[in-house]
């Protein structure tokens, strides 16, 4: 196994789970600064007041997109384990 086939693995493996933690970041990011917006807006204070609406974000943003990120996993993983013999040099 050479260094391409390593590096090249790697940015795989990086560009996927960067694929798959992309819709609960973002999730995560609008609720929370939705959140802080309005926070600002009414002058409400109170750190606890954006944790129940983006754990609800993040469980609707995995609901919505979760079949999408077990297919990406099982494809890749299945690409992972096609290339083996070629890996191993066979």
């Known amino acids: 196994m ?3 086939a390593v590096l090249d693995i ?7 789970a960067a694929k798959l933690a992309a819709p609960i970041l973002i999730t ?3 609720v929370g600064f939705t959140v802080s917006l309005l926070q600002s807006i009414t002058q409400v204070q109170e750190v606890t007041l954006s944790f129940v609406p983006k754990a609800v974000g993040v469980g609707v943003a995995l609901l919505v997109a979760g079949h999408w990120m ?3 996993t099982v494809a890749f993983t299945h690409e992972m384990f096609e290339r083996i013999p070629n890996l191993l040099g066979g």
């Open 70 to 72: 077990i297919s990406e």
């Open 10 to 16: 790697g940015y795989a493996a990086m560009t996927l």
């Open 28 to 30: 995560a990011l609008v």
């Open 2 to 4: 050479d260094t391409t």
